[in-house]
């Protein structure tokens, strides 16, 4: 069934998500930004389409007007920034599925965040979920998932490696592609920098796998280009940074259980893959890797289509019917 939709951001990712939605056919009734070269115009000229009849607003009082069924929120990582922003969406009676990383998995990072946001939602009878593909599908659903068919899970290894240089301009400069190592460890140490969400994946793995008590872990560095590189965004000597090399680990009751590692690098070769030792032990390799930028659209806009199943409140891809595009 069709959604009346609003599109809240409309970087890269937002606008590519308002146009999988029309192509979904879903009405997008509203869009939302803060940039001044977007407000005021039509929505359907923003994203290179003919136009929808729909102004781009900087208002969140407009939502009340749109009616949206689903809120596509796609603004910040970080829920200090977009609580307010959740909030209003739910005040207007919409579900929101949003591409936040911090909200993947909140309840360690802000318990009265939580809190607050699901006692917003239930009051209004809506249901708000984080999701994407790092979080929320390659490094926590799917070795969750993969879990349903082995009788007993000793540990789980999950890599992932991204060439960043096949990524929108905004990833590359956020994992320091193209600085000094020195510029990179500077950056590092202000906090705020890197790929945002390992620790989200690493607890939600625990909690699918019913692990009580886990402790996780996360450290990151640069990874150093060993040849040069040119992309679209950014220029790489070699010796330079070329991206970032991070993991988490999760231990229970001083165990490793778990191990995630994400390279996330301008040149570095496309994959992901599961390896869970149990009974049967399980590996499965994705060739090639889940194109980050294509497959975040998919997972919000067809997670849109499942969120109304959703008890009211604050939830998780964990707790969602399976996402799928019919």
Do not use: Y
């Not at 029309?22 to 407000?39: C, M, N, S, T, Y």
């Not at 729909?54 to 007007?65: F, H, M, N």
């Not at 970032?244 to 690098?265: C, F, P, S």
């Not at 109304?308 to 707790?319: E, I, K, M, S």
């Amino acid at each position: 069934m069709p959604l009346r939709i609003v599109q809240f951001g409309l970087g890269p990712i937002g606008q590519a998500c308002a146009r999988l939605a029309l192509d979904h056919g879903h009405q997008l009734v509203g869009a939302l930004d803060l940039d001044p070269d977007r407000v005021g115009r039509d929505l359907g000229d923003v994203l290179g389409r003919g136009a929808l009849g729909v102004d781009v607003r900087d208002d969140v009082g407009a939502l009340a007007a749109w009616r949206p069924d689903v809120v596509l929120h796609t603004t910040s990582s970080f829920l200090d920034r977009v609580e307010g922003q959740l909030v209003a969406c739910v005040a207007a009676g919409a579900h929101v599925v949003s591409s936040s990383e911090e909200l993947f998995w909140p309840f360690e990072r802000d318990p009265g965040f939580c809190e607050r946001v699901d006692a917003a939602a239930r009051e209004a009878g809506v249901a708000v979920v984080g999701t994407g593909v790092n979080p929320g599908f390659v490094m926590d659903l799917l070795p969750v998932v993969l879990s349903g068919v082995v009788a007993r899970v000793d540990r789980v290894s999950v890599s992932r490696s991204v060439d960043a240089g096949r990524r929108r301009g905004p990833l590359q400069k956020k994992v320091g592609a193209g600085l000094s190592e020195a510029a990179f460890r500077e950056r590092q140490a202000a906090g705020g920098f890197g790929h945002v969400g390992m620790v989200e994946s690493a607890q939600a793995l625990a909690a699918g796998l019913g692990w009580a008590g886990a402790e996780v872990a996360e450290t990151f560095g640069p990874r150093l280009a060993a040849t040069g590189h040119r992309t679209e965004h950014v220029t790489v000597p070699a010796g330079a940074v070329a991206g970032i090399h991070q993991t988490a680990t999760v231990r229970v009751d001083g165990e490793v259980r778990a191990t995630l590692t994400l390279t996330m690098a301008v040149g570095e070769p496309d994959q992901d893959r599961v390896e869970i030792a149990g009974d049967p032990p399980l590996a499965v390799v994705v060739e090639g890797g889940t194109f980050g930028d294509t497959a975040t659209v998919a997972a919000l806009v067809n997670t849109a289509r499942r969120i109304g199943a959703a008890r009211p409140g604050l939830r998780t891809v964990l707790d969602l019917p399976a996402a799928s595009v019919h």
